[in-house]
């Protein structure tokens, strides 16, 4: 196994579209600068365009712009650069619209039944799926305008308060905020791991002893040095496995069950 990083295009990047996927890193400084409204609609629509499961459109997003509400969000996950952000939007899977149709097409539709599929596992991890990949399409459309963001997995830190927060209705979960801005920053790329080690050929590829000893080594290497020379962060100096490693066990690593807070919304986690 080689090492061979997914930037080692950088420089030749074959259009502009790859060029700023592969130079995209997260920005968490944002200038005050508003965005323009042509931009913020072309961010949107970017976003309206991406591929939706089965034509069922089963995401939506809130656009924060209550400073109040920003704060609460900010304080939740423990990030102030939440509200720095002149754009704030929170992806939601949703289930809502298109049960509110159902509803209205006949006023009889039992949702309760067995046979209702919208609340079905697969749909939640549909809807799910549907609002990263919409919120992806945002994120690289602001790239591609010159802006930077960062996705917020922390606005899940305490899911039912976001939710009596945005008085997100049953069948609909949060999924990831996306922050966008005119970067305060220019931190340098994260390096990616070697490319066998993540992208296979046709079946699951675990890596011998000699290759983890060998290029995951010279990627370890390569993050430590990241964090200890390029980043110059408070963050600890660490190999990439020792961010693994401390992190896959412990009370404090540990984020609290999702499945109640999902269910509570009335997903069913056993259909
Ligand atoms: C699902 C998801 C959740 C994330 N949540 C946060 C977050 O809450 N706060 C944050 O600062 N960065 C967050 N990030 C950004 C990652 O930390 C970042 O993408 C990763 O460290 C790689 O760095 P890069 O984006 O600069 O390449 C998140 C990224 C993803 C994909």
Redesign the pocket.
Known sequence: MHSCAPTDLRGAAPNETIRVLLE???I?AFSPDPIDPASVQSLESAAQHAATSRYFNEWSAIRVTDPKIAQAIAQE?G?DYIVQAPLLYIFLADQRRNADLVAAENPDADMDADSFNLNSSYVFLQSENDAVLALHAMETAAYSLGLGC??????LNDPDELIELLQLPKLVYPV?GLAIGKPAQG?A??PRMPRPAQIFENSYRRPSEDEIGEALSDFDETVFRYYRDIRHMDAPRKTFRQIIADKAFGQENAHHPMAPSIERQGFDWTR
Do not use: E, F, H, T
């Open positions: 995209r890193r997260s968490r996950a990030q960062v996705i917020l997995g922390s606005v990831l931190p790329l994260k």
